[in-house]
Every structure is written in structure tokens, then in C-alpha cells.
T-cell receptor
């Protein structure tokens, strides 16, 4: 089934650890995004990509990095997790020629 | 860049009543306005959208209206049901980049 997949769905990790949040989509979309959202609150764009080897920073300053080596895959990495990174991270995607944007189920990250 | 203001931040209605959520945007070049519904613990879901060449769009109990001159658009939900309880986000897009409002928490009281 065409969808956006995120793993893990929940992660509890200690301060200072390096983590990678995975996002894959089977929808054939070109553009992909990462948002940070505290539950039910405002969506903050932290990274986006137009396609392979294209990555841009979003509106919210973030200590994370992203890569886009394959069209369907857009992982987000935190080199050294801190309690301030505790939040939900949502991946999204859409076709370059379309406005309609779809979200993945999210990863709920807790840094202790 | 684009700035989207959304009101109210919380809204409580009795089941069966109507609910209206309003958004304003700043960039006159924006031409796509979607609405997302996010239930507790779930991903935002696109529920309806409107392009700038259309003034109103309806899908069963939900409708969206757009006033380009005033740069505002609204979501209307009629005959509200408990399952309409969620956080609703408006957004505006000019260059294929969405800018979201801060959300409205809608509670439908049975």
C-alpha cells in the first residue's frame, strides 16, 4: 500500500546519544519534509528536500541533519540528543507538481 | 515569507451545532489553502483544500471559503459530531511550501 512509513514510532534515549529517525515513502513523491510538533501544537518545519542530493533547512533552527540519497528515503539524525529534543517528529511528502502534502505517523522521541 | 494566523485556538460546540475556524494569510502570491485534521495521537490528515481560483468548496458536512481580496479563508463544519473533535490546522502555500496556522482544538460536546 502506498504510504509514508516512520520508524521507530516511539523512542526513549539518554542524553548524548546519536539517533537516526527513519522515513520512507512508497508514494512516488519527490519532495519530503521533517516537522517537529509537540502533541496537538504548532507544526515547525525543520528540513526539506526537493529530490536526491537536495536538502534545505526549514524555519525552525534545529541541531539535526538530514540526507537524501534515495528518492524514497529521508532520514533525520541527531548527533547528540538532549532533553530539549523531546518532541514528536513528523515526516511528510508530496509530488513536485502537486500541492497535496501527506504525513507519516510520526516518531515520539523522549530524551532523558 | 508567508504568515498564517488562525482563530480561535480552542472551540467548544454542542453536538449538532456548526463550527467555524478562520485563518488569515499575508502573502498575496499564496494560491493553495488546505485544512488538516489531527486526532489525538494520530498524524495530520488532509480533509479539504481550495485553490485561489475558487471561492468555495464543499464536501458533505465540511466546506471551505476563500476571500482573496481580504486574504482570509475559513473552515465550516455543519451538524458536528463527537468524532469531529480534533485539532484543525489551516495552511497556505505559494511556492509549493506550506505555512501552517497554530491550530484550533475543537471539542464537540455530546
Amino acid at each position: 500500500e502506498a504510504d509514508i512509513y516512520q520508524t521507530p514510532r516511539y523512542l526513549v534515549i539518554g542524553t548524548g546519544k546519536k539517533i537516526t529517525l527513519e522515513c520512507s515513502q512508497t508514494m512516488g513523491h519527490d519532495k519530503m519534509y521533517w516537522y517537529q510538533q509537540d502533541p496537538g501544537m504548532e507544526l515547525h518545519l525543520i528540513h526539506y528536500s526537493y529530490g536526491v542530493n537536495s536538502t534545505e533547512k526549514g524555519d525552525l533552527s534545529s541541531e539535526s541533519t538530514v540526507s537524501r540519497i534515495r528518492t524514497e528515503h529521508f532520514p533525520l539524525t541527531l548527533e547528540s540528543a538532549r532533553p530539549s529534543h523531546t518532541s514528536q517528529y513528523l515526516c511528510a511528502s508530496r509530488r513536485l507538481s502537486s500541492y497535496e502534502q501527506y504525513f507519516g505517523p510520526g516518531t515520539r522521541l523522549t530524551v532523558t | 515569507g508567508e504568515n498564517v494566523e488562525q482563530h480561535p485556538s480552542t472551540l467548544s460546540v454542542q453536538e449538532g451545532d456548526s463550527a467555524v475556524i478562520k485563518c488569515t494569510y499575508s502573502d498575496s502570491a499564496s494560491n493553495y489553502f488546505p485544512w488538516y485534521k489531527q486526532e489525538l495521537g494520530k498524524r495530520p490528515q488532509l480533509i479539504i483544500d481550495i485553490r485561489s481560483n475558487v471561492g468555495e468548496k464543499k464536501d458533505q458536512r465540511i466546506a471551505v471559503t476563500l476571500n482573496k481580496t481580504a486574504k482570509h479563508f475559513s473552515l465550516h463544519i455543519t451538524e458536528t459530531q463527537p468524532e469531529d473533535s480534533a485539532v484543525y490546522f489551516c495552511a497556505a502555500s505559494g511556492s509549493y511550501q506550506l505555512t501552517f496556522g497554530k491550530g484550533t482544538k475543537l471539542s464537540v460536546i455530546p
